[in-house]
Every structure is written in C-alpha cells, then in structure tokens.
C-alpha cells in the first residue's frame, strides 16, 4: 500500500499570501494518479486537482499542482478568505489500494 | 448535473450489519467506463477508501475491510449499496458515494469528480 505523508499538519496564513503544500508518497506514485481536494467543515472534498498537475472543473488558476514519483505540491498563488480548509491528496492509481493523505489544515493567522 | 445523495441508519449497535444506498442522478451506471466508490471519514480524521463498483459489474475492495463489505449497483433504480457487517465502534465515521468517470485503461486513470454530502453513522450500544 502507497502511504502518503503530508506536511505540513498545518499552515497558519494570512489571506493573499501563498500556499505550498507537501504530499510524500512511500514509493512512485504510477503516471503522477494525484488528486488533490479541498474539505470545508460540514462538506464533503471537493475535487482540486488531478493527474497531478490538471485543474478539474471550475477551479480558480489560484491552485496548482506539481511533482511527480514521490513529492507532489499544491500550490495556492494568492489565499482568499474562501481557501482556508483541510487539503487532503490522494493516488488513485491503484486500485482497490487507494490511498488518502492525513491532511494539511490551512488556517487563517 | 451529477448529484449524488447517501442514506442509511444513522446509529447501528456493534456486530450488526450496515446497509448504506447511494442514490445518484445526472450519468448511468451502464454507460461505459462510469464507477461509483464509497469512502469513509471518522471524526475529525482523513479519508479512507472503502470499496468501488463499474458499470460492467466490476468490484473492488480495500484489501484491509474486502472481507466485511459488499458493493452493489441496481441500474434501473440508479442506485449503488454498500453493506459492512460486523459493525464496531471504531467504524464510526460520514460515508461518502462519489462518481468516477472512467475506468483506469491504457495510461489513463480518474479520481472522484463528484461526492455525496455523506451520512453520519454512529455504532453504539
């Protein structure tokens, strides 16, 4: 099973700064199959970012992702109010042995 | 519009079974390539993945809880059940259903686009 680590637990930020995000993956993660998603309290993920690097659907340029093999980033440009959530990566190359991240809380400073 | 919508008990006693529907609009189970998973959230805790099923009748389980769900889809109702047995404490978490779009074939893999709001459930006595 492909563990994924992210740091940091969490990242205390003020809005329009940048936001780099860290997923390390336990070994090479096949044709860079990382998702990123966006949680609010109360709401279930939202779809950010997947092959890696590809905004899905209605994602602001704010956001974007990076990396492949083991480390992969996610990057928000400039933070809006409406960002500060938990981020959560995933590889979904594998199935059934897919796995989530533990999280990365992006909080207001 | 793809919605997706779960249901089920809220509150199920240890060693029951938990019998949880997803109910989803806006694609077909019998279109070619489209699958629906469910995925799991204890409180305040990460996401794990629990089980998928395509539109060709093909299954596939976490290895670590294969032996405690099952998975199935009624096309006509468009509907998706996952059943776990032997419920414990430590299984209470929100149950998400989610759509995916395709299959993983020839160098090409999807995520969860679309997610259901989730359904708490609780195991207590």
């Known amino acids: 099973e492909i563990v994924l680590t992210q740091s940091p637990g969490t990242l205390s930020l003020s809005p329009g700064e940048r936001a780099t995000l860290s997923c390390r993956a336990s070994?090479?993660?096949?044709?860079?199959?990382l998702a990123w998603y966006q949680q609010k309290p109360g709401q279930a993920p939202r779809l950010l970012i997947y092959?890696?690097?590809s905004r899905a659907t209605g994602i602001p340029d704010r956001f974007s992702g990076s990396g492949s093999g083991t480390d992969f980033t996610l990057t928000i440009s400039r933070l809006e109010p409406e960002d500060f959530a938990v981020y959560y990566c995933q590889q979904y190359g594998s199935s059934p042995r897919e796995t989530f991240g533990q999280g990365t809380k992006v909080e207001i400073k | 519009q793809i919605t997706l919508k779960e249901s089920g008990p809220t509150l199920v006693k240890p060693t029951q079974t938990l019998t949880l529907t997803c109910t989803f609009s806006?694609?077909?189970?019998?279109?070619?390539?489209?699958?629906v998973g469910w995925i799991r959230q204890p409180p305040g805790k990460a996401l794990e993945w629990l089980a998928l099923i395509y539109w060709n009748d093909d299954k596939r389980y976490s290895p670590s809880l294969k032996s405690r769900l099952t998975i199935t889809k009624d096309t006509s109702k468009n509907q998706v059940v996952l059943t776990m047995t032997n419920m414990d404490p430590v299984d209470t978490a929100t149950y998400y259903c989610?759509?995916?779009?395709?299959?993983?074939?020839?160098?090409?893999?999807?995520?969860?686009?679309?997610w259901g709001q989730g359904t708490l459930v609780t195991v207590s006595s």
């Open positions: 989610a759509h995916r779009l395709g299959y993983c074939t020839g160098g090409v893999c999807f995520p969860f686009d679309y």
């Open positions: 092959g890696a690097s």
């Open positions: 070994q090479s993660v096949s044709s860079s199959y």
């Open positions: 806006g694609f077909s189970l019998s279109t070619s390539g489209v699958g």
